[in-house]
């Protein structure tokens, strides 16, 4: 089992930035993947970024060029680097862990962007 924690997210002015984290804790494998994925209300669950244990990154094409992932393995830590937020990054995000074909899912942390 693993279990993730976030930390992060809350309320943000169009064009601000923020900063969210997830920890990893449990049953831990050297090759997984981690990330995050964001929901909105009344829309389906998207990927936001994602990167392996090895430093590959993925992203979805509306956060490109703003967001950054990155992650400490020695500390099962990642971060969402999120610049230049747009009213359309409004969503719950959610840390996801995948190793071993499961997936694994934080609580969710809210990113409103209003001014």
């Known amino acids: 089992q693993v279990q993730l924690v976030e930390s992060g997210g809350g309320l943000v002015q169009p064009g601000g930035s923020l900063r969210l984290s997830c920890a990893a804790s449990?049953?831990?494998?050297?090759?997984?993947?981690m990330g995050w994925y964001r929901q909105a209300p009344g829309k389906q669950r998207e990927l936001v970024a994602a990167?392996?244990?090895?430093?590959?990154?993925n992203y979805g094409d509306s956060v490109k060029g703003r967001f950054t992932i990155s992650r400490d393995n020695a500390k099962n830590t990642v971060v969402l680097q999120m610049n230049s937020l747009k009213p359309e990054d409004t969503a719950l995000y959610f840390c996801?862990?995948?190793?071993?074909?499961?997936?694994?899912w934080g609580q969710g942390t809210q990113v409103t962007v209003s001014s």
């Open positions: 996801n862990y995948f190793q071993s074909g499961r997936n694994y």
């Open positions: 449990g049953t831990i494998f050297s090759m997984n993947v």
């Open positions: 990167i392996t244990s090895s430093g590959f990154t």
